[in-house]
């Protein structure tokens, strides 16, 4: 199976799950089982589910075929070439490519002078007209070739503009962009693209970032530092002639390797094997070659075999526009793009699963409990109604008068109830301060006062790994929070079930944890900026001040994430309140009627009973009917079944003359 049709099968997997989800929640609302809490958390699993976002991120020295196989693995069916790929520097800009129904087909550029600013990338995404648009038209892949070589594009400035715009720095000579006779510098022109397409597999949520070279990734802190570890799969590509050489190496170590040395979402591609194809070595001789190199690599980078995987993009690209299978064999594009999608979507299916696993487990504990609390309004209502059989108008009115009592006692709770929420609130509003934005700023104010200092600055790092103690000291204390309030609720509502026949049970707290990881992720990813060897850099303001905008902005995502999953948490407690107070209040109205009926007609005493087996039985099927519905999403096979991230077999088909 190709990487598309892999990709089609898993967006097809997640309509069909969305689907369900919908008609789940629209059953339950059907049968007011859906309160506030649960409403919210299965629009937004739906919505995860629906918008699943897939990077795959390309990273590799310029020129080892970045564009190329991006050309031949997604766009071979434009019967051309669409990134500009060719000899030397091309692309000088990071391109993302996706899709936003939003917006029409366009390729926007930011201009390179957006770095004399401070604003993260992240930030100018927001500002729509600072980014020069160029329309596309999808049916026309020549004008839509043509219209992408604006990321090749280059400017020349003189050397103190471009050490002002942080692309020239005197203290490592070795990294700075070419100079031209004249004493010009040459600089990409613009600083990052975007293009929206309506691409089949960037409809469904595929993101594709090609990157330049090496310098340009050291240079832009938020592909460092956000774009690349976010990314779901991580495409390294060597060439097959040299192996890894020192600057691969350099990359290798500087941007793709994490100090946990987590490397499974990591693929490594050995391109341009067709430059070992040659007409005095058999095929098997050359296939020997490959495998060398393939266990060099894999040695050098400390990488399984497995996830190296040998291809030859230009040929892969010729193939599938010539429709040659000879060709695209050899190329052994067909094993990358299986590798590829089964670990890619492996993992993105695990990853949904388990969402969806915990919000229907706690889905099915709220509709349940619904569903007992009327079983049990039914049961108590039967019991009052057979106790009345045979008697006369005296008694019934007697039981009325017991009923409007209870009532009474019951609307009294209401104080209670107050007293609970205040006390609730209160707490969350504690923890809701502690993971808000003013309060991530106060704990970067310190770092950032360090990064302000002129000059060399050597107790950075120190204040840095100070500002990751505190937060996640306040991290640990939101927790310690969220631990108060589940257990002042649970006994709250242990008497409030006792006293009004409520049954209440306070919902678990979320497990902070995956946040802690998030800021140790995060922690690491910025490290590599502030060692010894980053010390002449650390000292440009600029890079600074764009250093703490990526960290303060990748940070507060995090933060926004775990204060809504608190609130929902929080939110689902309150509503269970609200439920089990109408329902109640419901249940005694039913009461009151029944009995006003009977009253007045002592005869409607056995209908009413009958009426009330039929009620239960109704209940029943709810029952099972949820029960069948969840299970539904629970079980349902998955395409791809779990961690089958290994690669297939080699493909070792014959491999053609050269030319
Ligand atoms: N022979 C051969 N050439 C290839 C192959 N893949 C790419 N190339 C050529 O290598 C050159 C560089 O390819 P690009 O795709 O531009 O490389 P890149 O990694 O995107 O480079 P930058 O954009 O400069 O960072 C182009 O001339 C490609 O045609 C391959 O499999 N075999
Ligand atoms: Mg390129």
Not at 399 to 404: A, D, P, T
Not at 415 to 430: C, D, G, N, P, Y
Not at 539 to 545: G, K, L, P, T, V
Not at 546 to 560: D, F, K, Q, S
Request: aromatic share 6%.
């Amino acid at each position: 199976m190709s990487f598309n049709e892999q990709f089609d099968h898993y967006g097809e997997w997640r309509r069909e799950f969305a689907l369900q989800l919908k008609r789940l929640s629209q059953w339950m609302k059907d049968h007011s089982l859906l309160d506030a809490a649960v409403e919210e958390r299965l629009l937004r699993l739906e919505l995860q589910v629906r918008s699943d976002k897939i990077m795959v991120a390309f990273v590799a020295e310029f020129s080892r075929g970045k564009s190329e196989l991006i050309n031949a693995l997604f766009f071979a069916g434009y019967g051309r070439r669409i990134m500009p790929a060719s000899a030397g520097r091309t692309t000088m800009c990071p391109t993302e490519l996706g899709y936003d129904a939003d917006v029409p087909p366009c390729l926007r550029l930011l201009p390179l002078e957006t770095r004399l600013q401070t604003q993260a990338l992240m930030e100018w995404r927001n500002v729509p007209e600072k980014w020069t648009r160029v329309d596309l038209d999808v049916n026309d892949p020549a004008q839509l070739a043509q219209a992408l070589e604006k990321v090749a594009e280059v400017i020349h400035v003189s050397q103190d503009d471009a050490r002002a715009l942080g692309l020239w720095h005197d203290d490592s000579p070795q990294d700075n962009p070419p100079v031209r006779a004249n004493g010009l510098v040459e600089v990409p022109k613009w600083r990052h693209a975007l293009i929206n397409i309506a691409h089949p597999l960037l409809k469904q949520g595929l993101v594709i970032l090609d990157t330049p070279g090496l310098n340009a990734i050291g240079a832009e802190p938020e592909l460092t530092v956000s774009l690349i570890p976010q990314a779901h799969a991580v495409v390294f590509i060597l060439a097959a002639d040299t192996g890894v050489t020192k600057s691969d190496l350099s990359i290798w170590r500087e941007h793709l390797v994490t100090e946990g040395g987590g490397t499974e979402t990591r693929l490594v591609v050995l391109n341009k094997i067709d430059t070992l194809w040659d007409a005095l070595s058999t095929p098997e001789q050359v296939q020997a070659q490959i495998d060398k190199q393939i266990a060099t690599s894999a040695e050098t980078l400390g990488l399984p075999c497995e996830q190296v995987i040998a291809v030859s993009a230009q040929k892969g690209l010729v193939a599938k526009v010539t429709g040659d299978q000879a060709l695209l064999q050899a190329s052994q594009l067909p094993a990358l793009e299986l590798a590829l999608g089964k670990g890619l979507m492996g993992q993105r299916q695990d990853i949904l699963r388990s969402a969806v696993a915990a919000s229907i487990h706690a889905l099915k504990i709220e509709a349940g409990r619904a569903i007992n609390m009327r079983r049990r309004d039914l049961a108590e209502q039967l019991l009052e109604l057979r106790s009345l059989r045979g008697k006369n108008i005296s008694v019934i009115r007697h039981m009325r008068s017991r009923i409007e009592q209870e009532k009474a006692e019951f609307d009294a709770s209401g104080t209670r109830i107050f007293a609970v929420r205040s006390i609730h609130f209160k707490l969350l509003r504690e923890v809701i301060d502690l993971l808000s934005t003013p309060t991530l700023k106060a704990e970067l104010a310190e770092l950032t006062r360090a990064l302000k200092q002129p000059g060399i600055k050597l107790g950075v790092k120190k204040a840095y790994g100070q500002t990751f103690v505190y937060l996640r000291e306040g991290l640990q204390k939101s927790q310690a929070l969220c631990g108060e309030i589940h257990a002042m609720l649970a006994s709250s509502f242990r008497e409030l079930n006792a006293e009004f026949g409520f049954s209440l049970q306070a919902p678990v707290q979320p497990d902070l944890a995956r946040y802690a990881r998030d800021l140790e992720l995060i922690e690491q990813s910025h490290l590599r900026y502030l060692g010894v060897g980053n010390l002449m850099k650390l000292s440009r303001a600029d890079f600074c001040e764009r250093l703490m905008r990526a960290l303060a902005t990748r940070l507060r995502v995090v933060y926004e994430s775990a204060l809504g999953e608190v609130e929902l948490w929080n939110k689902s407690a309150a509503s269970q309140l609200d439920v089990q107070l109408r329902e109640r209040r419901r249940n005694f109205g039913r009461r009151l009627d029944a009995i006003e009926r009977i009253g007045q007609a002592a005869s409607g005493l056995d209908d009413r009973i009958y009426e009330i087996d039929d009620q239960e039985q109704v209940l029943n099927e709810l029952d099972a009917k949820l029960a069948a519905l969840t299970s539904l999403l629970t079980s349902a096979p998955l395409p791809f079944a779990a961690h089958s991230a290994t690669a297939p077999a080699p493909v070792r088909a014959a491999i053609p003359e050269a030319a």
